[in-house]
């Protein structure tokens, strides 16, 4: 059996080498490396993927939720919603910019932002929702959008993981994730569902004039060389990482469709098993696994780990320690009571390997051992 990872470049790189050798020696032989014609290339096909007006290319993830927060003119003390459950960039950035991050409880199911909770945290203050599609699933859109609406609030789409995931409106229109809001972002960290390989972002909006000053803000705020009009950022795309997601994004969706299909067989194979609950999945959102997280019950979580490390399982848990314990953000004092369903999932889940090169083999003998100590 192949060695089994949490994530599987390696197997993936060598099934499209022809292409990505190619596209790096193009970028080489012209020494466009900032601002090559790959990055424009890559991100009207970005677009055309999405159906969205504009894709801007940035640095990294976490850049392209500040940028956005930027462009959208947000103030000192001004108030943004973001869920206590997930990677740290969201509230990063809030803090960085002087905004005030509202965080709130996550939905136990879906681990998704709970649209009741937004609605009890908004104040006067209130600016902007930055839900996160967490581990591969949308937030209720729908639900967040309606409240934005009335409160007259920006929503800024947080789907580093989640690039590619279909959301089914009540109206009946499919939205790509990130497309949705006034702003959406993403990542290509290498081990995202669209992954490079190094740091990459992106942008997106159906706002030309935003997409515009959000194009001047990534580049030193300047629209014309050495004339800054606005205080910027140096966030650009690299040329090599575009032409690398140029050639992967041909192939995201039978990338999504095999981290569905492995999801799929850990479903079956857990279905019956007591003591562990697969993740849900809404009617509203394609879940394209970024994740597969479960959640333990009764289950001695640190033993399980132990024991599937030693049959050569890696586990991991994402994420261990909610945002608003995190010593960074004491400051906020923020009150444990608030935050029950989060607290007990850092104390539950548990996330198994999970990528686009998982074969029957591996799976079978990652949930036989899951199951087999489950049900010591
Ligand atoms: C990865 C990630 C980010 C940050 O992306 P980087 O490219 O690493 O800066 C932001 N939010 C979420 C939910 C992520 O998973």
Request: aromatic share 8%; proline share 3%; net charge negative.
């Amino acid at each position: 059996m192949k060695e089994i990872r949490m994530v599987d470049l390696k197997t993936q790189y060598e099934k499209i080498k022809t292409d990505i050798d190619t596209a790096i020696g193009e970028v080489i032989g012209s020494t466009a490396f900032i601002k090559g014609p790959q990055v424009k290339a890559f991100e009207n096909e970005l677009a055309s993927y999405l159906n969205i007006k504009n894709v801007i290319g940035c640095g990294n993830g976490t850049d392209a939720l500040q940028v956005s927060l930027m462009a959208l003119g947000l103030q000192p003390g001004d108030e943004v919603i973001t869920p206590d459950f997930t990677f740290i960039a969201t509230i990063e950035v809030i803090a960085l910019l002087g905004l005030v991050p509202k965080l709130v409880d996550v939905d136990k199911d879906t681990f998704n932002i709970h649209p009741d909770n937004i609605k009890k945290a908004i104040t006067k203050k209130t600016r902007a929702i930055m839900p996160v599609h967490l581990f591969g699933q949308c937030s209720n859109m729908d639900e967040i959008l309606a409240i934005a609406r009335e409160h007259n609030l920006y929503v800024i789409e947080d789907t580093a993981q989640a690039t590619g995931a279909v959301y089914h409106g009540n109206s009946g229109t499919n939205y790509k994730a990130g497309t949705m809001g006034h702003v959406g972002c993403t990542s290509f960290f290498p081990s995202k569902n669209l992954g490079c390989y190094g740091d990459g972002g992106a942008i997106f909006t159906n706002n030309d004039e935003l997409a515009e000053k959000i194009r001047i803000l990534i580049n030193h705020g300047m629209k014309v060389r050495y004339y800054h009009d606005i205080i910027g950022v140096n966030s650009r795309l690299d040329t090599f990482q575009a032409a690398i997601l140029k050639v992967k994004l041909a192939h995201l969706d039978e990338y999504n469709k095999a981290r569905k299909a492995a999801a799929d067989y850990y479903d079956k194979a857990f279905a019956h098993c007591g003591k562990i609950i697969i993740p849900a999945r809404t009617g509203f959102s394609d879940h394209i696994f970024h994740q597969y997280t479960l959640r333990l019950k009764n289950t001695d979580r640190a033993k399980m780990q132990e024991y599937l490390s030693s049959k050569g399982i890696p586990t991991m848990i994402y994420y261990p320690v909610p945002l608003h314990r995190q010593k960074a953000f004491s400051y906020l004092g923020l009150k444990e009571d608030d935050f029950p369903v989060t607290v007990e999932l850092c104390e539950t889940v548990l996330s198994l390997p999970i990528h686009t090169e998982l074969d029957q083999e591996q799976l079978e003998y990652i949930t036989s051992h899951v199951i087999k100590f489950a049900e010591i």
